[in-house]
Structure formats: structure tokens, C-alpha cells
């Protein structure tokens, strides 16, 4: 099962790639760039530390952490897709962002030592990971001594209200999806992996059990996006 998610995930960022920051734009209203910043506000991180982007895609995450870390900081960009990665290193080499290394790894299987980062961020990714439970304890290894982990994940919101509204607007990504990239396949694989991610309450006792501390979650949008923090 592993396998076969981990496969389909590659074939559905491989199609998306192209397109990926316009329709992320597109269906968030622009609204995912303020989470962003919500995130790095979390994350504690500033000049000098060293710092993981983790499925961090084309960059976003990656370029606001820039600044934080400065010209002192270690940042690496990690994405499991390759197409994903190059397209998010030419973005932000255009956009001047240069001190940053770029890797292809999965989660599951991080190519860092342990104890290497003073903070770990995944935006929008962690719900793609197709061992949630490997990652998360790699996470912790490569994190130093109360280095921060930083998830921005979607979620389905408790309030029955909320909980429609979000299901009916983004029933309408994969038509979005086609008009705008000819391929609703990415954004049909979007809802459901959505929809079969766990509850937050759920991560946060996963992280725990893997030697997290302080682990919280916090809903933004009415609980369509969580934010989970931890430290190791």
C-alpha cells in the first residue's frame, strides 16, 4: 500500500508540476501565501539556524524561511519529486534566493544526519507522505535537541457547516483543474488524500509516540487547514 501511494503521489505531482503554483493560487485564493506566513511565524526560526523545507514543492515555504535564516543559515529544499524540486530551485535562483541546497529525498528516508536541523517545516505535504509513522520518527531524528517541527497540513473541519461548505468548494477543483492544466486526475487524488488524512488529534499522538514534546495543533480557516507544532 506504501508503495503504490508513494508511486501514485510521484505520477500526480509529475502531471501537476507545470501548472502547481498557479492552480495552488487558484483554489486557495491567494489565502495559502498568509498561511505561509502564519507557519514561519511558528517556527521560531532566525539567522544562523539550519533549517529543512520538507516537501517543500516549488519553493514558497522555502523563500520566506530564506530571509529568516539569512546569509548565516543553512537551508535545505527537500521534495521526494524531482520535477517538483527543479521547478522550485529555477523559481527562487530567478528570484535571487542562492544559499539554499536542494535534495531529493522522501520523508521516510531523510539523507541528513541526526541531529542536523534546528527546525523542520512542511506545508501542504505531510498528508502525501506514504509512511506517515517513518517520517515523523525521521523527522525527530534529524531535528536537534528541541529543534521545532512545523506541519501545515488541510483538515476537515469539526463544525458540520464548515465541514460542507469545504467539501463543496473543493468539489470543484478537478473541474478547475482540467479547464486550466487539461488534467483533473492531480486534483481528484487532492480531495481524496484530504479526506483519508488524519484527524489532528491523530497526528499529534503519533508525534508524541514518536519522542515529540509539546505538541499542539491549532485549526486556521474554521479548521480547514491545520497547523501542528512540536519539538523534539
Not at 507557519?39 to 530571509?67: C, I, N, P, Y
Request: with cysteine; glycine share 10%.
Amino acid at each position: 500500500m506504501t508503495q503504490e501511494k508513494s508511486e501514485r503521489v510521484q505520477r500526480v505531482f509529475d502531471s501537476a508540476s507545470e501548472r502547481y503554483d498557479l492552480m495552488t493560487d487558484l483554489m486557495s485564493l491567494g489565502l495559502h501565501r498568509v498561511l505561509k506566513r502564519i507557519t514561519l511565524e511558528q517556527t521560531g526560526v532566525r539567522a544562523g539556524h539550519s533549517v529543512l523545507d520538507l516537501a517543500g514543492g516549488t519553493g514558497d515555504m522555502t523563500r520566506l524561511l530564506a530571509q529568516a535564516v539569512g546569509d548565516t543559515g543553512h537551508l535545505v529544499l527537500a521534495d521526494a519529486n524531482e520535477a517538483m524540486l527543479t521547478l522550485g530551485r529555477d523559481r527562487l535562483l530567478n528570484r535571487g534566493v542562492l544559499a539554499t541546497q536542494y535534495v531529493v529525498a522522501s520523508a521516510e528516508r531523510l539523507p541528513f544526519a541526526q541531529a542536523t536541523f534546528d527546525c523542520i517545516v512542511c506545508a501542504f505535504g505531510f498528508r502525501n507522505f506514504s509512511d506517515q509513522e517513518k517520517a515523523s520518527a525521521e523527522c525527530w531524528r534529524v531535528l536537534k535537541s528541541g529543534g521545532r517541527f512545523v506541519v501545515l497540513e488541510f483538515s476537515i473541519p469539526k463544525n458540520k457547516h464548515f465541514a460542507r461548505a469545504f467539501r463543496l468548494y473543493k468539489s470543484g477543483w478537478p473541474m478547475l483543474g482540467r479547464a486550466v492544466t487539461g488534467d483533473a486526475a492531480p486534483y481528484d487524488y487532492l480531495i481524496e488524500s484530504i479526506d483519508a488524512h488524519l484527524s489532528p488529534d491523530a497526528v499529534s499522538l503519533m508525534l508524541g509516540d514518536h519522542g515529540f514534546e509539546e505538541v499542539r495543533w491549532h485549526g486556521l480557516l474554521g479548521g480547514v487547514v491545520t497547523l501542528h507544532t512540536a519539538r523534539a
